[in-house]
């Protein structure tokens, strides 16, 4: 007698689409490449609404972006599951980001009295009125203004959602410093954003 | 409540618009916040911040990034991998550097005699042409096509006619390859830099590649032709030019370039792709002889608003191509004449299959559907062959069965029956025409000989004089 038919799921069967981060590094792991492709698609808006957060320069995202990812598929043999892979993705993003802030503090040294002059005698170069921003652009021209290590924790908190542990995790620090970062980042945009909300 | 440090208010009302407090830290800092309005506005404006910084800009979505990426990678393996090669063969990297010199020395002449052939100006047709003898008897509908468009052509096989309809070319079922003419946008997916990028062309392969687009242009651009009446003929070998080109192109390449063009084709649903190959790239010598040695066909299949078969044009049109930017302002009014044309076609959803001028070309012609299709067998065509062909391999799909239905045998009255009575009316349309060009030959030449007499008059006269 013939037994009937049994639809039976198997790994196989299930689409690379449709696979866990976990399931797909461990098929690179094991020597498929193609799998990769699956990772960048899934978290490539993220590393790039990151940088792009942190510098708000679209001619530097899809560069430091691809950068991000070419250190990851490097580094993704020894990948230890110790953490989330986005979560690791943020830390090579956050890491990069760090790099190329260095290199921009010092050509900003360098042209500062250049952009006070610049402002001094032309009109056009001044801060915005409030009234000309919406409330979003406000925010990030003052999130700008916020030192680095202030300025990564709001990023990742109130633009990408991240939760403590996971911004612990991709500063590499622990989650009071979290915390206190992010208590006191808030602090400083009250304070730069204050005079504008009163004056809406 | 007692008064709580500022500090400590401003920490606490962090954690709280993060949901970070506990049930009952909440509900006390609920109570201090109710009777202390400077940390209920706080608390405002914290949230205010928030929701601006969710509002944030995000970057568009940008398509391209796996494709950079993955070039990126591939790019950043082989230098690795080749880093050690490259101590050791300094003195042959020399070498191969001159021997790519003299290719690009060589591939520069070589261009110049293969694009003179399309390039060919002849005196007696251009004075044809001006002279107005034969403006409008018959003219190109793709006059005016640029590179990027000839590329898309190579990849996808489709081409914009105006913004409503498209030209496109595909393997069909079995040996037979079809054209399509109807409604559709053709898909615009790469600039020319953005395809060189993604398959990490050399300078020298810049040059193979523009010189096989422009054999491509040269080849679309006398490929639909518009007659007097509005018939049209299309060459029968734009079918396979698509293959033919995404063939030479991946000859021209080095294995790991070939894959990277392979992928490109695979994941934008081209209807080739390039099959496996670990050949060295083909030298733009061998691959200008090869496609100067191409076959070289004037069969068209013509169309007019009530029959279709295949027809030998004159071998004056590639001469008068050379002219073909002076009938451009013609063009658009033609196009909509073909238009309207089509749609009388397709409205009327006739299902033909014609065999009346060759049976060893069969060829079908479906309407319907705003789309006018063309199919006609293998052996109808002469066949590229080598690398010309043989690189690309038509996509594996499952076959899509036309939503035309078989056809069914003729009725009185039926477009099928006027056909077999009325033949196609062409012959005399280019019959008429090479009458024409005689003519015009013979009044330059008698016009050429009495200024030829008129000059040893004068010469005479001054002699005598």
Redesign the interface.
């Known amino acids: 007698m013939n037994s009937p038919a049994i639809f039976q799921i198997s790994e196989e069967t299930i689409p690379l689409e449709a696979k866990s981060d976990e399931a797909l590094i461990t098929m690179f792991q094991g020597g498929d490449r193609s799998t990769y492709?699956v990772l960048?698609?899934r978290h490539?808006?993220r590393v790039?609404?990151v940088v792009?957060?942190i510098f708000r320069d679209?001619d530097i995202?899809?560069d430091m972006?691809?950068e991000v990812?070419?250190k990851a598929?490097?580094a993704l043999p020894n990948f230890r599951f110790e953490s989330s892979f986005y979560t690791w993705l943020y830390r090579i993003t956050v890491n990069k980001a760090r790099d190329e802030m260095r290199k921009r503090k010092v050509k900003r040294f360098f042209s500062l009295d250049l952009m006070t002059e610049q402002k001094e005698h032309h009109p056009e170069l001044q801060t915005p009125a409030p009234t000309d921003m919406?409330?979003?652009d406000?925010?990030?021209q003052a999130?700008d203004k916020l030192p680095e290590k202030f300025r990564l924790p709001?990023i990742l908190?109130?633009?990408e959602g991240l939760s403590?542990d996971e911004i612990a995790d991709a500063l590499e620090c622990e989650v009071g410093t979290v915390?206190?970062r992010?208590?006191r980042a808030?602090?400083m945009?009250?304070t730069i954003?204050?005079p504008m909300?009163e004056a809406e | 409540m007692k008064d709580l440090s500022q500090k400590i208010v401003t920490e606490k009302l962090s954690l709280y618009i993060d949901g970070m407090l506990d049930d009952a830290e909440a509900r006390q800092l609920e109570v201090y916040i109710a009777a202390h309005p400077e940390a209920a506005r706080e608390l405002a404006q914290l949230r205010m911040i928030q929701k601006g910084l969710k509002a944030a800009p995000r970057v568009p979505d940008d398509s391209w990034f796996w494709l950079q990426l993955s070039s990126r990678i591939d790019e950043r393996q082989s230098r690795a991998s080749d880093s050690w090669k490259q101590r050791w063969w300094m003195p042959a990297g020399l070498v191969t550097a001159g021997l790519a010199a003299v290719f690009v020395f060589m591939l520069v002449t070589e261009r110049g005699t293969l694009t003179a052939y399309f390039q060919e100006k002849t005196e007696q047709v251009a004075q044809v042409y001006s002279n107005g003898l034969i403006k409008g008897a018959i003219m190109p509908l793709i006059s005016s096509i640029d590179k990027e468009n000839v590329l898309q052509f190579a990849l996808f096989g489709n081409l914009a006619l105006d913004s409503t309809n498209t030209l496109q070319v595909a393997k069909g079922e079995g040996d037979s390859y079809k054209v399509e003419l109807g409604r559709g946008t053709a898909r615009k997916k790469f600039t020319l830099p953005q395809f060189y990028a993604a398959i990490g062309a050399t300078e020298a392969q810049h040059e193979v590649v523009d010189s096989i687009l422009n054999y491509g242009k040269a080849k679309i651009q006398k490929a639909v032709l518009v007659g007097e009446r509005d018939e049209i003929a299309i060459h029968a070998d734009i079918a396979q030019l698509n293959r033919m080109m995404v063939s030479t192109i991946a000859a021209s390449l080095e294995p790991v370039q070939r894959v990277r063009f392979q992928r490109i084709l695979a994941e934008n649903d081209a209807p080739y792709v390039v099959a496996h190959d670990n050949a060295p790239s083909a030298t733009p010598e061998k691959i200008f002889k090869r496609i100067a040695a191409l076959p070289r066909s004037n069969r068209y299949v013509v169309i007019t608003d009530d029959s279709v078969g295949f027809a030998d044009m004159p071998s004056d049109v590639d001469r008068l191509m050379a002219h073909a930017q002076r009938v451009e302002p013609l063009a658009a009014p033609r196009l909509r004449a073909v238009g309207e044309m089509m749609q009388q076609l397709t409205e009327r959803r006739m299902h033909i299959e014609q065999r009346l001028f060759s049976e060893q070309t069969p060829l079908r012609v479906f309407g319907g559907n705003q789309v006018l299709t063309i199919q006609f067998e293998e052996n109808g065509m002469p066949s590229f062959g080598g690398f010309t062909e043989e690189l690309a391999q038509p996509r594996q799909r499952p076959v899509l069965k036309t939503k035309n239905t078989p056809v069914k045998p003729p009725m009185p009255g039926d477009w099928r029956t006027l056909n077999s009575e009325k033949k196609i009316d062409l012959d005399a349309v280019i019959g008429n025409q090479e009458e024409r060009i005689e003519e015009a030959r013979r009044e330059q030449k008698l016009r050429e000989q009495k200024l030829e007499e008129m000059k040893k008059q004068q010469r005479k006269s001054n002699i005598e004089l």
């Open positions: 492709r960048v698609d490539r808006e790039r609404n792009f957060a679209t995202v899809d972006a691809q990812f070419i598929y490097e919406g409330v979003a406000m925010v990030a999130l709001v908190k109130d633009i403590y915390k206190s992010l208590s808030r602090a945009l009250r954003l204050t909300m």
